[in-house]
């Protein structure tokens, strides 16, 4: 029993990451109906940023953390600027190449730059552990949980209350009525792709001491991500982190319980069937074309 | 400028439209055939492989460009192929039926992947595939008692008809050769057919198709089928090149490149496929040679502007230590891939069509003629 619920712990935290890019997916899906393939490349490339400031630099923990959100929000509004926006309104195949060779250019310059090694980042989490009764739970995992927790609930209501959130919601759904009503189009993609590069920094920084900084961490992260965003609906915040914390644990629980091989494979399994069952996902709009 | 003037159907789908068509593939065929007797092993070596590519690229051509199903996982059904062909050759069967058993197995499979594409579509589509992918890759790593698991299998030279040939020899490349020359021939065939107007039809408009009375799904699992068989023989040949297959050789990043073949070639053509094959796999050597050389180059260029030679040394040194980073070859790719999608969405051959008409209409081209419409209103969700 000990053993399962630590399992189900670990594998919450490794949801919870799964979950956070997946909340980049879903948030440059929601706004632009554009899928972000390079959005765990970003992941790592804040990652990086993080290490220099703090590794390298010798910053404050969360001053460096702040400042590697600062300076990736900054990347992501570029990266819209130069590879989104001249090929928005273009069919969905033209944009997932363009993310795709995003992805590709940022991991080998990111190679070039920072080197092939594994880095590691010192933060206040690293030692220290929650003991509840016999079960143990290392404070860097619970710091991703409620950072998930916490992000999530803040994109949600920037989401659903705020003008500017409403304004996002409006133009993925028709950018050119968006437009007509007032909306400044380009500017809300480009400020979703800054928010979307934050949460991609913090899923970076916070993994950290999980899973070391290297330069193919947001392929094989990014990839276990997109499982998380088809679970939960593609387009729906909450969505994102039920879905990137149902992987997490499926992962975590194939790995301990199944035969050696299920702990990669569970979660594009799982995918396959969510998408032959319920394509929508758990939490989608089911939507037809009217005629 | 030639007019063609049609009279009837048949006119509009003839494989070749006029006489140039024949004299100018009949040139590239002549060229081709004799290319084992000019050409350095190297260079053979790399034909075979475009010729590999860009049969793969024809088959994602079929349901990428003309059905219009976007595909992650081609590098599955090329390692489906290779595995067929290196498990039948270690019982002795002979090279045509295992050829044509691992076509089959593969069409077969790829079928059973589209039963459940049928339902998905853009995105979707791409990530089931992708997830397929690694579903095959993660099993070829784990039944080792067909596929050897990771530490792979070694594949002997084929022998046809009681001849061995070797994977260098030139009959070899004309195997490559007649395989990418058939699929070719083949998929122009299947595109004026019935059933290649109601892949294109479904590409256009899948609405449009069914009221049309096209049987979607039934045409996209055909289409399914069709591409991976094709890739299937194409794995055989790949197989028998590398005379090893592992694992680890059929990742996401082959079915990348693949994707990058008909999107550097251009995905309303066949041409496309050959285009971006010669590309792909043209680039590994060009950019060696751009390593080994370029230093020299632009120190030469910088001494020739009255650099001393001191500086020229530091400048080539310095372009050397550049050119061997270990992601360079990585970065190009992602900006190559970037800058076609940016700039150059219809690929080579689309380039290629925009020289020509500029010639035959000149002085009166307009660049407005390949502009592609924006579209802000549909939404690829309420399909």
Redesign the interface.
């Known amino acids: 029993m000990l053993d399962f619920v630590q399992q189900l712990v670990s594998g919450v935290a490794l949801g919870c990451v799964y979950g956070l890019i997946a909340l980049g997916f879903v948030l440059v899906y929601k706004a632009t109906e554009v899928v972000n393939f390079a959005q765990g490349d970003l992941m790592m490339l804040g990652g990086f940023f993080a290490f220099t400031f703090i590794g390298m630099m010798g910053l404050n923990y969360w001053i460096g953390f702040a400042a590697a959100v600062a300076a990736m929000a900054l990347f992501g509004m570029l990266a819209e600027r130069v590879v989104v926006r001249p090929i928005l309104g273009y069919p969905q195949f033209s944009i997932i190449m363009a993310t795709i060779g995003l992805g590709y250019f940022l991991r080998s310059v990111s190679g070039m730059i920072w080197g092939t090694d594994d880095f590691k980042i010192d933060t206040p989490f690293s030692q220290g552990v929650l003991r509840i009764g016999s079960l143990v739970l290392a404070h860097d995992k619970l710091s991703v949980i409620s950072a998930t927790v916490i992000l999530c609930a803040l994109l949600y209501l920037f989401f659903n209350k705020t003008t500017l959130g409403t304004a996002m919601r409006a133009s993925s759904e028709n950018m050119l009525a968006a437009y007509y009503m007032g909306i400044p189009v380009k500017r809300v993609v480009s400020i979703v792709w800054a928010i979307s590069a934050a949460v991609a920094t913090c899923a970076g920084v916070l993994l950290a001491p999980i899973t070391f900084i290297h330069s193919n961490v947001g392929l094989v992260l990014g990839l276990k991500a997109f499982p998380a965003a088809v679970l939960g609906g593609f387009g729906s915040i909450p969505g994102a982190v039920v879905g990137g914390v149902l992987i997490g644990v499926i992962e975590s629980m194939a790995g301990f319980y199944l035969a050696e091989g299920w702990k990669d494979v569970a979660p594009y399994v799982v995918l396959l069937a969510v998408l032959l069952l319920k394509p929508e996902g758990l939490f989608g709009l089911h939507l037809r074309k009217k005629v | 400028m030639r007019f063609l003037f049609k009279t009837d159907y048949e006119d509009d789908i003839r494989l070749f439209p006029h006489s140039g068509y024949v004299v100018s593939y009949g040139v590239l065929l002549a060229v081709l055939l004799i290319a084992p007797y000019v050409l350095s092993s190297y260079l053979m070596s790399q034909l075979v492989f475009v010729c590999i590519y860009a049969t793969v690229g024809v088959a994602l051509l079929i349901l990428?460009g003309f059905t219009g199903q976007?595909s992650l996982g081609h590098a599955a059904f090329l390692a489906i192929g290779a595995y067929t062909a290196a498990y039948l050759q270690k019982y002795n069967v002979p090279f045509p039926v295992y050829f044509l058993v691992a076509g089959a197995l593969t069409g077969l499979i790829g079928a059973i992947v589209g039963f459940?594409a049928l339902?998905?579509q853009?995105?979707?589509l791409?990530?089931?595939t992708?997830?397929?992918a690694?579903?095959v890759e993660?099993i070829l790593?784990?039944w080792e008692s067909v596929t050897n698991g990771n530490e792979g299998m070694r594949v002997k030279a084929l022998s046809l008809l009681g001849v061995t040939v070797s994977r260098d020899s030139p009959t070899f490349y004309f195997l490559c050769l007649a395989v990418l020359v058939l699929t070719i021939v083949g998929t122009l065939n299947l595109l004026r057919s019935p059933t290649g107007r109601a892949f294109v039809a479904i590409r256009d408009s899948e609405?449009a198709a069914r009221s049309m009375g096209v049987n979607v799904a039934l045409y996209k699992v055909k289409s399914f089928a069709i591409s991976a068989a094709i890739t299937g023989f194409a794995g055989v040949l790949f197989a028998h090149k590398l005379s090893f297959i592992s694992p680890e050789m059929f990742t996401?990043q082959l079915s990348?490149e693949f994707?990058i073949v008909i999107?550097i070639g251009g995905t309303f053509s066949l041409h496309g496929a050959v285009l971006g094959a010669i590309f792909i796999v043209m680039i590994d050597p060009f950019l060696t040679y751009l390593k080994d050389d370029l230093p020299g180059i632009i120190a030469g260029i910088a001494a020739t502007f009255g650099a001393g030679t001191q500086s020229a040394a530091n400048i080539h040194s310095k372009v050397a230590a550049f050119a061997s980073?270990?992601?360079?070859?990585?970065?190009i790719?992602?900006?190559?891939?970037?800058l076609f999608?940016?700039f150059e969405?219809l690929g080579l051959y689309g380039r290629w069509l925009k020289i020509k008409l500029f010639f035959q209409l000149f002085p009166l081209y307009k660049r407005a003629t390949f502009k592609?419409q924006?579209?802000?209103?549909k939404?690829?969700?309420?399909?």
């Open positions: 990428t976007a459940p339902r998905l853009g995105i979707y791409v990530i089931a992708i997830s397929f690694f579903i993660e790593a784990r609405t996401l990348i994707i999107l980073l270990n992601g360079l070859k990585g970065a790719y992602g900006l190559i891939i970037v999608v940016l969405p592609r924006k579209i802000y209103v939404s690829e969700r309420n399909r």
